[in-house]
């Protein structure tokens, strides 16, 4: 489809009504009893999601996010009463996530502010205890952007890194429609078990209903996996307010894939299927990224990013196994045995997929992009499928149930 036809898409027709009472406020106790709707070939039914391995082939191709939220809460008290949130949303110096975390002095991040009119020039400060150390933290803002503050962090112990320090004095930001503070309990529910690359804002949901159990049961069936990591940032609640898409400017993501996980997705012969719209993304934007490099061979990884509505300005398509090659043969050359880069791909009616012939995902939000990625995957019954989870006292969001939906 054309990118002015795709722009065009108004919001209005992606919305359902969505009482509070269906939106699950905490986890159910055990990850994998949770109802999975399965969505094949027209037909709508629902098993417990312990089962999923009966209906995934054997030697499918399983792919997940494996990033892992991070504690990007701050609250500062000011000394006049006046409380402060600073939301840490991406690194800015350094860049790179893992450089950043490893800081033992400073390092600074593009922010939100909370009650950001009483934090004027001064800088803010907490006590906390690291391993039974004391340690001031400091924050001090640097720069203003459009969209959000940098923040400079400082600290008076070198033995500390950042990451160390985010674990025990932040928060976790679990999603602003739960209408809650974050509890103890949140540091576990709140995480995938195979969560390992820190940097998210928010958990990749879709995740959240696998166990041990259920990897083994795949495992037995001959289920083949492989990770990709995208951080997701805080955009991934932002609602679509413009009429069209087009006045809506996606949030950009860090993604990082393993050379083994281009190796698998091209060398796969049977089914792909992505856990949760983050994968999705990921997976989507590699063919994009493998075309640039088609076009141009030396290309600078900086130049590599997929941009919000590339997809719907492509000419000259190539085949996605040419894309994937591509890439191999790029990070071979480079002596890399990772990609990274970011990508702000929005997936909407029109999309033409290249990989996943299905995905497993949770149920999103009214008028939002994920619903938009879901829309476009299985087409005008994804209102169908909503109804149907609706009738059928499902739990819908972050802590809800999970669908599995084939292409």
């Not at 009482?19 to 629902?46: G, H, M």
Request: hydrophobic fraction near 40%; proline fraction near 4%.
């Amino acid at each position: 489809m054309k990118k002015s036809e795709v722009e065009n898409i108004k919001i209005e027709n992606y919305n359902y009504s969505l009482p509070d009472e269906k939106i699950a406020k905490y986890p159910l106790v055990k990850r994998d009893s949770s109802k999975l709707l399965l969505f094949e070939k027209d037909n709508i039914s629902t098993i417990d999601f312990s089962k999923i391995s009966t209906q995934i082939l054997e030697d499918s191709l399983l792919i997940f996010n494996d990033t892992r939220v991070i504690h990007a809460r701050l609250i500062f008290e000011k000394s006049t009463g006046a409380v402060i949130e600073v939301f840490c949303l991406s690194p800015c110096e350094p860049m790179d996530y893992l450089m950043n975390f490893q800081q033992r002095k400073k390092c600074s991040w593009h922010c939100l502010i909370g009650n950001a009119k009483r934090w004027k020039e001064d800088v803010l400060t907490m006590q906390v205890s690291v391993n039974g150390v004391g340690v001031l933290l400091a924050a001090k803002k640097t720069d203003k952007t459009e969209n959000d503050t940098v923040v400079e962090f400082s600290w008076n112990n070198s033995n500390i890194t950042f990451s160390e320090l985010l674990e025990v004095a932040g928060k976790l930001p679990i999603p602003p429609y739960l209408n809650r503070a974050s509890e103890t309990r949140d540091d576990e529910t709140y995480q995938t078990i195979y969560s390992a690359v820190e940097g998210s804002v928010a958990a990749p949901t879709a995740g959240l209903h696998f166990t041990p159990e259920v990897m083994n049961s795949l495992a037995e069936k001959g289920v083949k996996t492989a990770g990709v990591t995208l951080h997701v940032g805080a955009g991934t609640f932002k609602p679509v307010k413009s009429e069209t898409i087009a006045g809506h400017d996606m949030h950009t993501e860090f993604i990082s894939v393993s050379r083994e996980t281009v190796l698998a997705l091209y060398e796969n012969k049977k089914d792909v299927i992505v856990v949760g719209t983050t994968s999705m993304r990921t997976v989507e934007s590699l063919y994009y990224v493998g075309k640039k490099i088609l076009q141009n061979p030396e290309i600078e990884v900086s130049n590599l990013m997929v941009s919000q509505w590339e997809p719907y300005e492509e000419e000259n398509p190539v085949s996605p196994e040419l894309a994937l090659k591509a890439i191999l043969d790029y990070l071979d050359r480079n002596k890399q045995q990772e990609l990274i880069t970011a990508t702000q791909i929005i997936i909407a009616p029109g999309y033409t997929f290249h990989y996943p012939q299905a995905i497993i995902t949770n149920f999103h939000q009214p008028q939002s992009t994920l619903l938009l990625l879901i829309a476009a995957f299985i087409g005008k019954d994804w209102r169908r499928v909503y109804d149907y989870a609706l009738q059928n006292n499902y739990r819908f969001l972050s802590y809800g149930d999970s669908s599995l939906l084939f292409k």
